[in-house]
């Protein structure tokens, strides 16, 4: 009589364990959070341009000029480029071009930065959004839009930018352009309207025509280059004499950020380089970089 009690009894412990076990199966499946969740996806870029051979070579003849006065042997030497170095060529990549002539020298630099984000829940793109907004930042651009600038400009000649390089050289205490109005702005009203024979406006680079808006050539956001762009345009004196102009263009475009550095120096002290021609040159450059990472 008493096997049958235990034998019950050892069946509702194995029955009890039993029940215990799909219990807990069944909690811990049920909690939030189990499941895997999905990487971020990689950014377009995995690789990146060779930097020395990113642009071509009449591009480079056109922002060089002075490389061309040079014997042939130093022109090559000169569009080779030096490359910048770097610990990680799939990570970040470099090159300088430098010309010297008798009026002025120009160099160019191209930086090439591919951003990885070590976080699976951050994918690349977003991180690169970030490193894109703290250059963005640190280069303090005017809050106002180029349309803004432009309207400013026209209505308010104190604020407006002029348009010329020497107008560039007359800027604030951080040699950014536009910042206050350059020679030519005092005198005559005829002189302030800058009028010419041909119904323009006075200077090089203004870019104006009677009653239309002034042209913008503060630094600035940039539209339709890459994803985000922005322009720089810094305008300083080199020792005590010389001057130099250096147009930055940084743009991102999904997850690598681009810069360039465009820079002139005119020999001598009296000549400001031209910030429209530079920026000009600076954009389309960029442009060019966009099309060959996604060629």
């Excluded at 940084?250 to 002290?269: C, D, G």
Aim: net charge negative; aromatic share 4%; glycine share 12%.
């Amino acid at each position: 009589m008493a096997y049958v009690p235990g034998a019950v009894l050892i069946a509702a412990l194995v029955a009890g364990c039993s029940a215990g076990t799909e219990g807990d199966a069944s909690a811990t499946d049920s909690k939030p959070g189990t499941l895997a969740v999905a990487a971020a996806p990689p950014g377009k870029y995995r690789t990146l341009p060779e930097a020395c051979r990113a642009i071509p070579l009449a591009t480079l003849k056109d922002l060089l000029p002075g490389a061309a006065q040079l014997p042939e042997a130093q022109q090559e030497k000169v569009y080779e480029g030096t490359p910048a170095g770097t610990f990680d060529t799939d990570r970040r990549v470099g090159c300088r071009w430098k010309s010297d002539a008798p009026d002025s020298s120009r160099s160019i630099a191209i930086d090439f930065e591919r951003v990885v984000s070590y976080d699976p829940a951050v994918s690349d793109d977003d991180r690169a959004r970030e490193v894109y907004a703290k250059k963005e930042e640190a280069a303090d651009l005017p809050s106002a839009s180029p349309a803004d600038d432009a309207e400013k400009g026209s209505a308010s000649p104190e604020g407006s930018p002029t348009g010329s390089g020497e107008a560039g050289g007359k800027g604030g205490a951080d040699g950014k352009t536009g910042a206050t109005p350059g020679p030519g702005a005092t005198g005559s009203a005829d002189d302030a309207a800058g009028a010419t024979p041909d119904g323009g406006t006075g200077g090089d680079a203004g870019g104006d025509t009677a009653g239309g808006p002034a042209e913008n050539l503060q630094p600035r956001v940039l539209d339709q280059l890459g994803d985000s762009a922005f322009l720089d345009d810094l305008l300083t004196r080199a020792g005590s004499t010389a001057q130099h102009r250096t147009v930055s263009v940084v743009f991102r475009t999904s997850n690598v950020i681009v810069t360039i550095e465009y820079t002139a120096q005119p020999a001598l002290s009296t000549e400001v380089p031209d910030s429209k021609e530079l920026q000009e040159k600076a954009q389309a450059l960029g442009e060019k970089l966009v099309d060959g990472l996604s060629g």
